[in-house]
């Protein structure tokens, strides 16, 4: 009976650990689990893709429920669909927010990162939003043209375009009406003779290729760029472009709901983006085709972010 008695003991201190075990397991749930689903979108190019499948991703496993939106449109687009209410979050580059979206003049333009970033937030912060941590990495607009134009006529810099005389500059459609762009070409580097030719994001660099227009504008994080053979960078000494690293703007509201994990996650993605990260990353999509979520996949589970 003692032998019996003493092993009933036992039994129960067994399933006593085996229940606090649950316990334990219970009180280490996700962290965004149950929380309120968020609709995430991203505006219309390579790097955007992948951004949003980084962020989302990296929230999901969390345990945070994301509606993922791609290629809502541009800034514009997508600013005013945040502003309605239609989506919670997106990511955007900081010059564009402090410049472009609430529409200021050229003399009021930000002079450094450290500024960029603080009007970005002052503007987002008093229309019931927030940006969070920049990234390290930056993604600004740069002109492009073929290294054989720029050995004829001598060009390093955007004023150096004036020797071409009428020229024919291929951008996106929103760029025609952006001061970090065509009007910041001729307000400030005197491009009078610019002749505005609108293209489709991927349309950019095959107009460049067939002689369809003489510049492009680029972005400094494309993978083409390395093709120091094919495509020829010039210079922003006037610094019209900005300052343009990658915040993801989320909604005060979304931020209450959603916890201190939800922020904490999309900080840590964003630390990881160097220069370098989205260049590779860009690459892999544009290049070599991947899928922009097999790519961000692949970047979350080497930096240990999933």
Request: proline share 6%.
């Amino acid at each position: 009976m003692r032998l019996r008695a003493t092993a009933l003991a036992v039994l129960l201190i067994l399933s006593g650990c085996g229940s606090g075990t649950k316990r334990d397991a219970r009180t280490t749930e996700l962290p965004g689990k149950g929380k309120p689903p968020i609709t995430f979108a991203t505006k219309n190019f390579t790097e955007e893709y992948i951004l949003g499948e980084l962020y989302s991703q990296a929230l999901r496993a969390k345990g945070f429920t994301i509606v993922l939106k791609q290629n809502v449109g541009s800034s514009e687009i997508v600013d005013r669909a945040l502003a309605t209410g239609a989506i919670d979050a997106y990511p955007e580059y900081i010059g564009v927010i402090a410049q472009e979206l609430p529409n200021r003049p050229p003399s009021q333009r930000p002079r450094t990162v450290g500024d960029t970033y603080r009007r970005a937030k002052a503007y987002e912060e008093k229309r019931g939003f927030t940006i969070l941590d920049k990234t390290p990495g930056f993604d600004a607009d740069a002109n492009v043209v073929k290294p054989s134009l720029a050995r004829k006529f001598h060009l390093r810099s955007n004023g150096d375009l004036r020797r071409l005389g009428r020229f024919k500059y291929g951008a996106p459609p929103e760029n025609e009406t952006r001061f970090q762009g065509t009007l910041g070409l001729r307000q400030v580097y005197g491009l009078n003779q610019l002749v505005f030719v609108p293209l489709p994001i991927e349309k950019r660099y095959p107009a460049l290729d067939s002689g369809k227009v003489d510049a492009i504008a680029a972005f400094t994080t494309e993978v083409q760029l390395l093709q120091k053979k094919k495509y020829f960078v010039l210079s922003d000494p006037k610094n019209i472009f900005g300052f343009q690293n990658i915040v993801p703007v989320v909604s005060k509201k979304v931020m209450r709901e959603e916890g201190p994990a939800f922020r904490a996650t999309l900080n840590a993605v964003s630390a990881k983006l160097t220069n370098s990260a989205l260049q590779r990353m860009n690459g892999a999509v544009d290049v070599r085709k991947q899928r922009p979520a097999d790519v961000a996949r692949r970047f979350l589970q080497q930096n240990g972010l999933l």
